[in-house]
Every structure is written in C-alpha cells, then in structure tokens.
C-alpha cells in the first residue's frame, strides 16, 4: 500500500485498508470459483452391471469404463443436488449408445451417433435428484417389466413403463469409453451466489472510493 500524506485523515487511511481487503478477498473469490469447475474422474469398477437396479454409483462428472466382449451395457446411478440443462457427452473406441432414466427407472431420452460419427450426446432438463445413465456399443435397447424393447434414441415412448436393464441385440465390437458429464443452471434471472458476492465487493469499493474523493 502507498505511503499516504500526512494530511491524510483518519478515515481515508480506513478507506484504503478496506480497499485492500476487498481486493483480496475478490481475488480469493475468483479462485475459489475456478476450482469448482475442475472435476476427478470415476473409474468403472470390475464391469459395471447393465441392471439399472444394481447400477454402479458414479461419484464424479466425468467417468470412464470399458465395454468387453459379451458385455451387454454398463449403467450408472448419479445423484445431483441441483437441477439444470444436464449434457451427456459419449466418446471412445466404441459406436456409442446412451440414455438417461429417471429415479423410477422410466426411460427418458437417448441417443446412438450424434452429428454423423459414432460419439453420442443428449441434452435433457433435470431435477435434483437421482438418475441413471446407460451406456454400450451399437445397438442399445432399454427392456422394460413386460419385456418390450426400446432402441435407446430419442425420447423414450410415452407409457413406456419401468425399465430393467439394456442390453446389445447386435454383435459387440468391445472398447473403452469417456462419458462427460456438465449441468448448466437454468437461466432464471438470478445471479450465482459468488457472482452476488463479487458484485457487492465492486459496488462496495466504488462507495469507498467515492467517499475518499469527497
């Protein structure tokens, strides 16, 4: 901090170690901000089941498995704490297939190739809540309680019912695969808690130093 001048008043040097302060603690806002967008990485465990009731429970937004000779399909089970545009991003050595089932196991959305190549990706409005997310090679079905197949792309078919499991109905060309995770808030007019705090720290030091100047 500057040397003030001696005529300096006792409440502009007060002004000015606030000032510091705030700068400070925007800064360590700023960076506690950025650390919450870095994400580790869930590894498949053994081979993940294609039962939705015995999914494995996925800890992190990004997870990585690998789908083997025979292996009909893996699942996930995620739980979110907030609701949002959640965006599942399927790529890898496989044709992937993917698609999202709510808590009651009800088939929701899914998608084989999107934009021409064989990585997959669906884009779907959430609650907080939890959610199961299926993957496999080329071609995907959902089976649900009455035995009814559902080819996993696109919306699921209304009165669909309760799903079991995936499984492949074609022949399996086995390798590894990433799945992306991200959720996106809803656009609700309604600043982030630390976009509040780093408005009211701006609007804050602009006091302060109006007040210096007067």
């Given at each position: ?8 008043t ?5 002004a ?7 700068n ?6 700023l ?7 870095a ?25 990585q ?41 009800q ?13 997959s990706m669906?884009t ?12 496999g ?35 399996i ?17 309604v ?24």
């Amino acid at each position: 901090m500057e040397n003030l001048p001696a005529s300096a008043t006792k409440i502009e040097r007060k002004a000015e170690k606030m000032k510091t302060k705030l700068n400070k603690l925007s800064l360590a806002l700023l960076l506690a901000a950025g650390m919450t967008s870095a994400h580790a990485t869930y590894i498949e465990s053994g081979d993940a089941s294609n039962f939705l009731a015995s999914a494995q429970l996925a800890t992190d937004m990004l997870i990585q498995g690998t789908i083997g000779q025979g292996d009909e399909g893996d699942v996930y089970k995620l739980v979110f704490g907030t609701g949002g545009l959640l965006t599942i991003n399927a790529t890898g050595q496989i044709d992937t297939n993917i698609a999202l089932f709510d808590a009651g196991f009800q088939a929701l959305v899914g998608n084989d190739d999107s934009g021409g190549g064989l990585d997959s990706m669906l884009t779907y409005a959430i609650s907080a809540g939890t959610y199961y997310i299926g993957i496999g090679d080329y071609a995907m079905y959902a089976i649900n309680a009455s035995n009814q197949a559902w080819f996993m792309d696109g919306l699921a078919p209304a009165g669909f019912g309760t799903v079991s499991h995936i499984e492949n109905q074609t022949s399996i060309d086995p390798g590894a695969y990433t799945l992306t995770l991200s959720v996106q808030p809803r656009s609700n007019g309604v600043p982030e808690p630390a976009t509040v705090g780093l408005l009211g720290l701006g609007l804050l030091g602009l006091g302060m130093m109006r007040r210096k100047r007067v």
